[in-house]
């Protein structure tokens, strides 16, 4: 079976938007959640995607941009919600309860931090950069746990969700509705990012390194700029999944998170842009039908995933458009 | 702040330091020869630990817990070597990322599902329980000093493995030239299924040995592999010398971090904050030593340079 | 043709792999429109010299002149920048892309484009312009868009010039470009090579001495990363050091 891979983009977004308003005249919210949840899950891979499917950078520690997406939402809601003053020598603020701004601050900070992150990890390749980006993501964890000014270990709960001007982000078909547009959004960017020159010279630089430099260019910044640009959107999407739960944790930074999201990836394809769409879904979907079955279900999912790595290269779409994805 | 005290910590550290090094020398020992990165060596870890907490629970005997946890580990490392590991080595690096990933899933589940979610308590056993007075009139566990002594022997005696041996030979030659080794009749499948062992072995013993002072619990092995990934990437990957300096530099100086810095903080700072900050930036400590000796060395202390 | 200003000139390079001398005072230059080949018998340390002119190696001591600017101190695609066309031994290719893409790399490398997010590179004319004609001057209009995995050996030699060539470069290295192919092909190469001449220099390491034989101005010869002679190809054939090298006698 063989289908064009643009039928099948278009059938999940429709599918994705349709559900949860099928859920809504039904009147079955939690499903409108879960969908909401795995298009937020779906946004964090479209970011990891950009370095790990077409980059071919295996970042282990993505959960870094996710948390401090999660946590910059946290912050900033937390000092508004208890009135007090945010002061970090240079600027003081009394927090905010709006989304945009929080997303504004949580892809600022994401960023920055892949900045920095990128300059160090990217001086290496390989197995280096898989334990590296692992470590990070590990330091942020430890330092969330010891953070205790913002809950520790506990994290922080955040009473009332984000505010959106003219919508009202509580009704949950609203805030799924936010999510889906962000989501597209960042999908029709990404589309385009793929096919400009840079995408053109990412793209040739998983392919051969010394190529893309023999070409006049420098291999450093085009990765260094991939992995901005990938931090930033994980960020964001972490400061939604904030906003989803009302809570943040440091589990956000875990490294476990940085592997679902890997694996997120690799169940719908890598290096394609749809895969970490369907990926979500699927996962999401496993997670609620088989988390419901028995609570050893990780059990399945690691046997699920095996399957995959060993014997079907090329996740869902691979399988469903008979080709191959990137290899990475 | 009293030397004891130092003396104390310093000591400390080395324990956690040689543990690390039985976990960083089976990854790093299987990554130098084999090429692969097995994110599930956590689990052996754990399987060591589980292994000797039900054995010594069900005879009473520590050093019988010992040996179910070395052979546990080993038969362990052995299974999945066979039936899933081999087919990774000339796999791309995210394929054995996502394979010994799922390794994780199914062990740490299985494992809550053959023994719940509570943790098992190892005891020490009375011949090693209780202080020993050291030199200077320091008391200190002796238990810990008998770690301490049991990590150096393991370090001396791989390095006479792999220094003196036949198989340490067939081991340095396969780190540099696979088809020739193969070419000159050593069974390469064997030799690499004997290291994958031996590196779950080692890793067992640690969860064994360290079980016996932490709980045993699913998850004990994830937080020791990503340290045992910071020890060789200071260390160099694929050098056991690099995997024993890294591991006491790590073990030194989360230790001793966890300890001083708050108390140099209190020095600037007024006490609680001090406390406060001193413990979150000493969580950080060794992620900066990391850095640090990456800007220095992309490729390690003791990396072969590319 | 030697009084003219070389366009690249490579003055005393050295480097040492342990005991190991790989370039022991290398000098040489490379004249506007001529093709100065690169001999010599394996393990002399060509590849070595190719890397330390293009950048991928530091020399211990030494410098790489380009235009009379001292390119040393420059990183590969800053080198590529200015003007240093490379192709390798084993080709670097964009192996899952088509033969269309892989030139569009090349213009955007010559047009320092990759800084452009939104608009496509297959639509943005002057990028399709400048791989088009590179594809072109090779003789590889007609593949296109096949994908690079399914190109012949041949073809893949093709385009490895047409990257270079995208970037008009002002001396072309090629590190071995017949290596692998067959007679005819080997051929339709030369013919090639030759032309190209006029566009920028080649420094040429080859191994095929037909070919070498054919387009060479000059040649120079190196062993054990020393160059014993430079000179004419019957200057070349009739030197005893040169016989001595590859032959091993003395007579």
Known sequence: ?328 | MSAILIIEQVLNGLQFGVMLFLMAAGLTLIFGVMGLINLAHGSLYMVGAFAAAAVAGATGSFLLGLVAALAAAALAGTLIEVVVIRRLYAAPHLDQVLATFALILVFSEGTRWIFGSFPLFLEIPDALSGPVTLPGGIEYPLYRLTLIGIGLAIAVGLWALIERTRIGIQIRAGENDREMIAALGVDISRLYTLIFALGAALAGLAGALVGAIQSVQVGMGEPVLILAFVVIVIGGIGSIRGAFIGALLVGLTDTLGGVFLPEVFKLFMEPGAAQKSGAAIASMGIYILMGCVLVWRPTGLFGARP | ?251
């Open chain 1, 1 to 328: 079976m063989r289908i064009a891979e643009h039928w099948i983009n278009g059938a999940v977004l429709i599918g994705i938007a349709a559900l949860p308003l099928w859920a809504l005249f039904i009147d079955e919210p939690f499903t409108i959640t879960l969908v909401t949840r795995a298009v937020i899950l779906a946004l964090a891979a479209v970011g990891l995607n950009i370095v790990l499917g077409f980059g071919g950078l295996v970042s282990f520690g993505h959960a870094v941009f996710f948390g401090l997406g999660g946590y910059a939402m946290g912050i900033l809601a937390y000092h508004a919600q208890t009135y007090t003053v945010l002061d970090l020598g240079f600027f003081t603020t009394e927090g905010t309860k709006s989304m945009p701004i929080i997303w504004l601050v949580a892809m600022g900070i994401s960023a920055i931090a892949a900045f920095f992150i990128g300059l160090l990890c990217l001086r290496t390749s390989g197995v280096y950069f898989i334990m590296i980006t692992l470590a990070f993501g590990q330091m942020f964890y430890y330092f969330a746990i010891s953070w205790a000014q913002y809950g520790g270990e506990d994290g922080l709960s955040i009473y009332v969700r984000n505010g959106f001007p003219g919508l009202n982000t509580l009704v949950p078909i609203q805030f799924f509705g936010i999510c889906f547009a962000l989501l597209c959004l960042v999908l029709i960017l990404k589309a385009r990012l793929q096919r400009a020159p840079f995408g053109l010279a990412l793209n040739a630089l998983r392919q051969s390194e010394a190529r893309v430099a023999t070409m006049g260019l420098n291999p450093m910044r085009i990765k260094l700029l991939a992995f901005v640009l990938s931090g930033a959107i994980t960020g964001l999407a972490g400061a939604l999944f904030a906003d989803l739960n009302r809570f943040v944790s440091p589990a956000m930074f875990s490294w476990q998170f940085s592997g679902e999201l890997i694996v997120l990836i690799i169940i719908g394809g890598v290096g394609r842009l749809m895969g970490p769409v369907i990926g979500a879904c699927v996962f999401v979907a496993l997670e609620h039908f088989l988390g419901g079955l028995t609570d050893f279900w990780h059990v399945y999912l690691g046997l699920i995933l095996l399957g995959i790595v060993l014997f079907g290269r090329g996740g869902l779409l691979g399988l469903l458009t008979g080709k191959e994805g990137a290899h990475v």
């Open chain 3, 1 to 251: 043709m030697s009084d003219a200003a070389p366009i690249l000139e490579t003055r005393h390079l050295s480097k040492s792999f342990g005991a190991l001398k790989a370039t022991d005072d290398v000098s040489i230059t490379l004249q506007p429109g001529e093709i100065h080949a690169i001999i010599g018998p394996n393990g002399a340390g060509k590849s070595t010299l190719i890397q330390q002119i293009c950048g991928a190696l530091r020399p211990d001591t030494g410098n790489v002149v380009l235009d009379g600017r001292d390119i040393s101190g420059l990183s590969t695609q800053a080198r590529a920048r200015a003007g240093l066309g490379r192709t390798f031994q084993v080709s670097q290719l964009c192996m899952e892309d088509s033969v269309l893409e892989n030139a569009l790399l090349g213009a955007v490398g010559a047009q320092g484009a990759a800084w452009r997010f939104w608009r496509r590179a297959l639509e943005t004319a002057e990028l399709r312009a400048t791989a088009e004609a590179a594809l072109a001057r090779v003789g590889l209009s007609d593949e296109a868009a096949t994908r690079c995995a399914n190109l012949s050996h041949g073809a893949r030699r093709q385009l490895e010039v047409a990257m270079a060539l995208t970037l008009r470069p002002r001396a072309f290295i090629m590190d071995e470009p017949m290596a692998g192919m067959g007679a005819a092909g080997s051929k339709r190469l030369t013919g090639l090579l030759d032309g190209l001449r006029q566009e920028a220099p080649i420094l040429l390491v080859e191994h095929d001495m037909d070919a070498v034989f054919a387009l060479a101005d000059r040649i120079s010869v190196l062993v054990y990363g020393k160059i014993i002679a430079t000179g004419s190809a019957q200057e070349i054939r009739s030197s005893r050091a040169v016989r001595e090298a590859y032959l091993g006698d003395a007579e």
